[in-house]
């Protein structure tokens, strides 16, 4: 196990995986600054972290629109300013689009891309320079397993996460050798309030505290892309391998 970071802020805390990845940094005493956008969700979130830390770690938070883009910069510089001793950066933020909406109505199509995209690739730009200077740190930022293959039924979130792990990836490559690790992280499904809506039975189904799981450990092995859980990798190696006029006329 590398050296344990001291603090780590995550964006999109309240988030039902980041939550559960908050918790488990909490408990061996990680100092937290929560970012999330709704002020009593994070009210919540913070009540809960402080009691299951019983002081023995600081949480702070920070309520903040992660999909406007020009606040940004002041948000990030607020926070290391306040918190120069920042090691650890999960970003976890990301909506679900309403596909039929974003083939319908191009603006609806762009939120989302900026939500699940632009948002993240805004701050990691901001983050990556910070970390770099100092020579250490370690970003890890959710994608999805929907970002390997462009699909029917979810291409426009399937293209945000697509162009976010293009993203970390050049990130990973330009930072390599500098001390900071950049993480991708691909969740298949998890039963979050972001998937309520769909049938969730099934062994493909997981649970948010064994990704949460999943996260920590690639925060503490320093990894470069992991597939949460593991049988993901293989599936979608397998899947990418299918040619393209194959793969169109299939009901995926
Ligand atoms: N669940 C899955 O099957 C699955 C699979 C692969 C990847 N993922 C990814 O996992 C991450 C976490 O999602 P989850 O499954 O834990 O779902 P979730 O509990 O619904 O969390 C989504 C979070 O994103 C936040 N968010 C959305 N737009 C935001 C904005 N503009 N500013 C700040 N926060 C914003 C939401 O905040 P509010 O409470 O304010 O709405 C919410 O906390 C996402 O990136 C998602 O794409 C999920």
Redo the contacts with the bound molecule.
């Keep these: 196990m590398s050296a344990a970071l001291r603090r780590i802020v995550i964006?999109?805390?309240?988030?039902?995986?980041?939550t559960e990845a908050a918790r488990l940094w909490l408990a061996r005493g990680v100092a937290l600054v929560v970012v999330?956008?709704?002020p009593e969700?994070l009210r919540m979130l913070t009540d809960d972290l402080g009691i299951r830390a019983g002081g023995l770690a600081e949480v702070d938070a920070v309520a903040?629109?992660?999909?406007d883009l020009e606040t940004l910069p002041a948000l990030w510089h607020s926070l290391t300013e306040r918190f120069p001793d920042l090691d650890g950066v999960l970003i976890?933020?990301?909506?679900?689009p309403d596909q039929a909406r974003c083939e319908a109505v191009p603006a609806a199509m762009l939120q989302e891309i900026r939500?699940?995209a632009l948002?993240a690739m805004s701050l990691l730009t901001l983050i990556a320079n910070d970390f770099e200077a100092r020579h250490r740190g370690v970003i890890g930022v959710?994608?999805?397993?929907?970002g390997d293959r462009g699909r029917r039924g979810n291409y426009v979130y399937g293209a945000a996460?697509g162009m976010l792990a293009l993203f970390l990836q050049g990130l990973r490559n330009r930072l390599h050798g500098s001390g900071v690790t950049v993480i991708t992280l691909?969740?298949?499904?998890?039963i979050?309030?972001?998937?309520q809506d769909s049938d969730r039975d099934g062994w493909l189904w997981t649970r948010?505290e064994r990704v949460a799981r999943g996260i920590v450990r690639a925060f503490d092995r320093r990894r470069d892309v992991v597939y949460l859980p593991w049988f993901w990798r293989p599936m979608l190696w397998a899947i990418r391998l299918i040619p393209e006029p194959v793969f169109k006329r299939l009901s995926l």
């Design positions: 964006f999109g805390a309240t988030s039902r995986i980041a999330a956008r709704n969700r903040a629109d992660l999909a976890a933020h990301g909506s679900l939500v699940n948002s959710i994608g999805s397993i929907a996460k691909k969740p298949g499904f998890v979050t309030p972001m998937t948010p």
